[in-house]
Structure formats: C-alpha cells, structure tokens
C-alpha cells in the first residue's frame, strides 16, 4: 500500500532572511537563501502506526528541522517559530509530468 503523500507551498518571510543576515559568518549560505523565497516541501501523511492529527503542525516541525541539517540554524521546531519566518499553503494539486499516464 503507498503512502499518500501532502504538498505545501513554503514561502520564506522578510524576517527569515534578517535572521540569516544576522547570524550568518558565510556569505554564500545567507546568497543561497536569499535566491529562493518559496520552496515546495512534500511529506508523507498517515498511516498505519502514525498518530498524526495536524498535517500542517507536522509539515511544518518537519521542515524546521531539515532547515537545521540543511544550513545549522537552530532554531526550536514550533509551530510559532515556523509562523514567524515562513507561510505554509497547500499545494491544490501536484502534478508529476515524468508519470505514466
């Protein structure tokens, strides 16, 4: 059985990126940031065994953490930490052009 999965939208807010100015000694982490405002995060939802209640409170503990293992910011994996830096929207629909039809 596949698991089915969520899309979300992430859009990084003006207060993000003063965060990474800031904070950051390298140039090219804080360039790299600042290139792209919004990403498209997916996550697998449900399941046999999960008890997840809050798809969005999920997705968005989720990518604060890989933000941590992606660039060292260590910031708390909250739903309010995430609301202060970023917005997260569902994705209407994903469509995988490379799918057989």
């Known amino acids: 059985m596949e698991m089915e999965k969520a899309y979300y939208v992430v859009t990084f807010?003006?207060?993000f990126f003063e965060m990474v100015?800031?904070?950051s000694t390298s140039t090219d982490v804080a360039i790299a940031v600042?290139?792209?405002?919004?990403v498209?995060?997916?996550i697998t939802q449900g399941g046999?065994?999960?008890d997840i209640v809050d798809d969005d409170r999920q997705a968005k503990e989720r990518f604060l953490e890989y933000l941590f293992y992606w660039s060292d910011f260590d910031l708390p994996r909250?739903?309010?930490?995430?609301?202060?830096?970023?917005?997260?929207?569902a994705a209407d629909d994903f469509i995988d052009l490379d799918e057989e039809l």
């Not at 600042?34 to 919004?38: G, I, Q, T």
């Not at 909250?78 to 929207?89: G, I, N, R």
């Open 13 to 15: 807010k003006p207060a």
């Open 21 to 23: 100015q800031s904070r």
């Open 34 to 38: 600042e290139e792209s405002n919004r």
């Open 40 to 42: 498209i995060i997916s």
């Open 48 to 50: 046999f065994g999960q």
């Open 78 to 89: 909250t739903v309010d930490v995430f609301d202060q830096y970023f917005e997260l929207e």
